[in-house]
């Protein structure tokens, strides 16, 4: 009887699974068959497009000017976001900002980032200044920093002058060298020294070449070639006044008139580029007092310079110094001429305030 039950369940299941399989195509049928009548019925239709008749929006300046802001704005906030904001304004205006700090913070700055590190390297080593005078080979190895101005009491240049002039034309960046004196004779360079380096010097300083006769210090550097010569001041060095009213006079006078320039030689100078003179490296004419001419303490009745009309001619000067003996009493200015000088050619005078103020007077 047991085995007859259960023959009938499993008989009973299996007949209703037929069953239900037997549905499940005749219900697809009819869902595709419906799908089908109801295309068949009602086609698809495009999607709606707008009319040609429809008006344009109208764009004015305010909308077209606040897109593009937000344009911009859109553009800016990754860079902010990925670089801290340093990359939003050019150099230029990093290098503007830069020139109001002090050295130290230069030297942070140099520590923050590439970018930054670059301009304030251009700003730091611009124009250096060394404590002591640099040998050829600790010049070598600053001649990839970006250096554009150099001095020659800030070199040993009298040493080896041909190894430096090798260096000088290796400095991409380097372009300007100025021949000056830093007060000292050890920092003085010789006329064979100027010649090796004359191809990059910029300004020349008279003060700062050794020597001793003016007249040949004119004729040889006439000979000489500056490709890149801009300025050439008259002057001393700093501190040096040489006088005419010492306790041996006529002496001191003849040991002294070949260390000034007479007109000749400002004549002979006239194709430089002479920028400043200063009155106490003149050479002046002398009128002494009748009867005191040979003595050995002679009266000076009057001092003149005879180049100040000479300077009317010079085009490229653009500053006059009055200092020292040339401002005392006996020495003779003509107002008038320096009035043409200051007026006419644009020449600044740095003279006392009594000279001035005549000068400046109408």
């Known amino acids: 009887m047991v085995q007859s039950n259960r023959k009938r369940r499993c008989t009973s299941a299996s007949d209703d699974s037929i069953s239900r399989q037997a549905m499940v195509p005749s219900n697809r049928k009819r869902r595709c068959t419906s799908a089908s009548d109801d295309s ?17 929006k109208r764009v004015t300046r305010s909308h077209t000017r ?90 040993e240049i009298r040493k080896k002058p041909k190894l430096f002039a090798k260096i000088f034309q290796e400095m991409a960046s380097l372009k300007e060298l100025k021949v000056c004196n830093g007060g000292y004779s050890c920092y003085d360079i010789s006329m064979a020294t100027l010649k090796i380096i004359a191809p990059f010097v910029t300004k020349i300083t008279t003060g700062a070449i050794v020597c001793p006769d003016r007249t040949e210090f004119v004729e040889q550097i006439t000979k000489i070639d500056f490709p890149k010569l801009k300025s050439v001041s008259i002057l001393d060095k700093a501190g040096r006044d040489y006088h005419y009213y010492p306790s041996h006079p006529r002496k001191n006078f003849n040991v002294n008139r070949k260390r000034r320039f007479t007109l000749e030689d400002l004549q002979l100078m006239n194709d430089m ?70 007026i006419k050619n644009g020449v600044e005078l740095i003279a006392p305030k009594i000279i001035k103020r005549a000068v400046e007077s109408d």
Not at 316 to 329: D, E, M, P, Q, V
């Open 273 to 342: 580029p002479v920028t400043v003179i200063r009155s106490p490296e003149l050479q002046p004419d002398i009128e002494y007092v009748e009867g005191d001419a040979r003595s050995l303490y002679p009266r000076i009745r009057r001092v003149s310079f005879p180049q100040l009309e000479f300077f009317l001619q010079m085009k490229s000067l653009r500053k006059l110094i009055l200092f020292g003996w040339t401002t005392r009493a006996g020495t003779c200015w003509n107002i008038h001429l320096l009035k043409e000088l200051r």
């Open 40 to 56: 068949e019925r009602e086609p698809r239709r495009p999607a709606a497009q707008p009319p040609d008749s429809q008006p344009e």
């Open 66 to 155: 606040k897109l593009s802001e937000d344009h911009e704005k859109a553009k800016l906030m990754p860079r902010v976001a990925e670089d801290f904001g340093h990359t939003v304004f050019p150099n230029e205006i990093w290098n503007e900002i830069m020139t109001f700090l002090s050295i130290e913070d230069l030297r942070e700055l140099t520590l923050t980032c590439q970018t930054l590190r670059l301009i304030a390297n251009e700003i730091l080593w611009y124009s250096p200044s060394f404590k002591h005078p640099l040998r050829a080979e600790d010049l070598e190895s600053l001649k990839y920093l970006p250096i554009q101005i150099l001095y020659t009491y800030d070199l």
